[in-house]
C-alpha cells in the first residue's frame, strides 16, 4: 500500500511595491467609551481620519457606550448592533416567583417544613 501524500501549497510572502523606507504607518486613534448600564470603560482603536461615533457596543453586555470626548457630528457606528447579548441575571426568589403566586409558594414551604420536621424529608448526604 503507497504512503500517504501530503499535497499543498506554501503560502508565498506578499511583497509590495512600496519603498518600505518611505512608507509611513498610521498609529490607531485610541477612543474611550464609558458602559452606563455596567459602567466598563472599552476603548475602541479607529483609524486616524475615522469619525468618532457617539455610541459603542459595550465590551461586556454589547449595549450602548456613550463617548467619553467630543463625537463627530453625525458619525454612526457600522456593521455591528447594539442589541444586549447577555440578559440581566435574575435570583432565585424571581424565577420562582414568575412560576408560582406567592400563596402557592407559602403552601409549598409549609409542606417541605412538616417533612422536614417529622423526618420524612431527605436532609443532605448521609455519613456512614
Known sequence: ??????VGTIPRRSTSSE???RVVPLAPR???YLCGQCEITT????HPQAAVPEVWPCRRCRSAAECTEEPDEGAELIG???IPKLRPSKDHWTHLSERRTEEELERLLQHR????RAGKLH???SHR
Open 1 to 6: 500500500m503507497p504512503a500517504a501524500m501530503l
Open 19 to 21: 519603498n518600505p523606507d
Open 30 to 32: 485610541t477612543v474611550e
Open 43 to 46: 476603548t475602541a482603536a479607529l
Open 80 to 82: 455591528l448592533p447594539i
Open 113 to 116: 417544613l412538616e417533612l422536614l
Open 123 to 125: 436532609a443532605g448526604p
